[in-house]
């Protein structure tokens, strides 16, 4: 299983980016997939999730402002992010979860850093002016 997240870089407060994930190596459909984020000396936290069903939870800090979607055609988990803050400056993480029936609350909810099975590297976002 490989995800390799792309799409981060600087992005000026107010502005938007839009993160992806290509995973690879496994039924990408079937199963759920999450973004966690962590800022350097801080705990890594969840921001959002989708099921295999589609189903989406997110973090009440990112709610209305980030979407989480899935192409399951390509193999790809994005994050539209919007209305980006400061305080949205992390590195982004994506997760897969080869558990069956793993809804997004429970992806999202997983603990940050032995909760899902695989793991991208990270892709850093940082929000200055």
């Known amino acids: 299983v490989q995800l390799e997240e792309s799409g981060g870089g600087l992005v000026q407060p107010g502005g938007s980016l839009r993160l992806s994930c290509a995973a690879s190596g496994y039924s990408f459909s079937n199963y759920a997939m999450a973004w966690f984020r962590q800022v350097s000396g801080k705990d890594r936290e969840g921001v959002a999730a989708?099921?295999?069903?589609?189903?989406?939870s997110y973090a009440d800090s990112v709610k209305g402002r980030f979407t989480i979607s899935r192409d399951n055609a390509k193999n790809t988990l994005y994050l539209q992010m919007n209305s980006l803050k400061p305080e949205d400056t992390a590195m982004y993480y994506c997760?897969?979860?080869?558990?069956?029936?793993?809804?997004?609350?429970?992806?999202?909810?997983?603990?940050?850093?032995?909760?899902?099975?695989?793991w991208g590297k990270g892709i850093l976002v940082t929000i200055s002016s």
């Open positions: 989708i099921g295999s069903d589609g189903d989406t």
């Open positions: 997760a897969a979860d080869l558990a069956i029936g793993m809804t997004a609350i429970q992806a999202l909810g997983a603990d940050p850093y032995y909760g899902m099975d695989y």
